[in-house]
């Protein structure tokens, strides 16, 4: 299938672009590199064995960029990953997030329409479940109260999409709400590349470790979990970019709408990622106890058996790997791409 990846350039697009070449589909990249560069493409020519990677530097909001490329490059499917992502920054800015999240999908879903491209998977977030009225996650939990501007335009993006899609059956639309993804390509080339003071844990343990940084400070120890720290469910980039992949089957089948969880399962805590991180790399991380972060919950984990039974699809990667993977691409790029 020919498929437009919109924010193709950052971290999970970037994984994703490899596995779709690998699974023998071709993608043109629409991207505004607000967030990434170009050298992130140039090494995904590099690990897939192309000569480059069709690639626009566009905006999603504009929608003249948007109908070239499709005249150019008509395609049959869209994986839109574009949007901003900083949950902090959303809460100090939440025009510019709706505006760019928001007011952008509905110009693309516009032109996808008059393109007749009518497949689409969007990036979502286990953020929409708000505090989540039931651990582990299924699909069918009730979405929540977001904490952040960032998780609302998550959440309208998807009534947006689940309200196209009934409207015009020709629409197929699978929902990905993903959980914490860290990790890397395990051949250190592609990753992460956080601006400024990481604002996650797996990025703030690597530049910890590479000294960077002094130490972690981790953000309340008395939370209802085993040790205190909070539980999430982190997810290798690679996993979830075969989760994509394995969504594009859904669209084969002609799936109408369909949401799925992506992530392992398995809830680790903070302290359980530090000590998986000093076992895998051999590098002590030192850390402190802060207070609570403001909008964090205890824990929260997926059921990821829908993916399993409706996608074939299920993370392979444990937290060791996910470790390991982020450090061998800290170390190789200190300073990111
Ligand atoms: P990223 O910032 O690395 O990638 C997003 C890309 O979109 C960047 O390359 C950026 O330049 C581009 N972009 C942003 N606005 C654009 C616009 N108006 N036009 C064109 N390009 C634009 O982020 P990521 O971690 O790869 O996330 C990809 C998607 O997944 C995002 O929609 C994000 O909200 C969602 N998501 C991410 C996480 C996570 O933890 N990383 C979790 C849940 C959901
Ligand atoms: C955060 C966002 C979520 C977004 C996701 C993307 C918030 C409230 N939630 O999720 O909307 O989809 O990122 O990956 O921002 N921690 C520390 N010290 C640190 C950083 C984090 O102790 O320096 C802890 C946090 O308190 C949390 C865990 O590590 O318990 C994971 O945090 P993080 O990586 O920021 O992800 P989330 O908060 O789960």
Redesign the pocket.
């Known amino acids: 299938m020919k498929i437009l990846v919109t924010g193709g350039a950052g971290f999970i697009g970037s994984h994703t672009i490899v596995e779709l070449y690998h699974a023998g589909h071709d993608v043109v990249v629409v991207d505004n590199l607000c967030n990434s560069s170009r050298e992130s493409l140039k090494r995904v020519a590099e690990l897939v064995g192309v000569a480059e990677i069709p690639f626009f530097e566009a905006d999603i909001r504009d929608r003249s960029a948007l109908d070239h490329v499709l005249t150019e490059h008509p395609c049959e499917a869209c994986i839109h990953f574009a949007g901003l ?1 900083a ?2 920054e959303s809460v100090t800015k939440p025009w510019e997030y709706y505006e760019n999240n928001v007011s952008g999908t509905l110009v693309l879903l516009d032109v996808l329409r008059q393109h007749h491209c009518c497949n689409l998977i969007f990036s979502s ?3 929409v479940y708000g505090d989540p009225a039931e651990v582990p996650i299924t699909e069918a939990c009730p979405k929540g109260r977001c ?2 501007p ?2 609302q335009t998550k959440s309208m993006v998807e009534e947006i999409l689940m309200d196209m899609q009934k409207a015009d059956p020709l629409w197929n639309i699978v929902l990905l709400r ?1 959980f ?2 860290v990790g890397a390509h395990p051949s250190g080339q592609i990753g992460e590349n956080p601006n400024g003071i ?5 990025p ?1 343990i690597t530049q910890v470790a590479i000294g960077k940084r002094p130490q ?5 120890n008395d939370y209802d979990t085993p040790d205190g ?2 539980v ?1 469910d982190y997810i290798h980039v690679v996993d979830l970019a075969r989760g994509h992949v394995a969504a594009l089957t859904a669209i084969e089948r002609k799936c109408g709408l369909a949401i799925y969880n992506l992530g392992t399962g398995q809830g680790y805590s ?1 302290l359980d990622v530090v000590k998986a991180f000093e076992k895998s790399t051999g590098i002590p991380i030192p850390y402190h106890f802060e207070p609570r ?1 403001p ?2 919950i205890d824990s929260y984990f997926s059921n990821p058996a829908k993916a399993a039974r409706e996608l074939h699809w299920t993370a392979q990667y444990g937290l060791e790997d996910m470790c390991r993977d982020s450090w061998n691409w800290q170390k190789q790029n200190p300073e990111g791409f």
Not at 216 to 220: E, Y
Request: glycine share 20%.
């Open positions: 992502k949950v902090g977030s286990a953020t904490a952040s960032y998780g993903y914490n993804p990481p604002n996650n844990l797996m703030y972690l400070g981790i953000f309340g720290t909070g999430r903070v972060r909008g964090d």
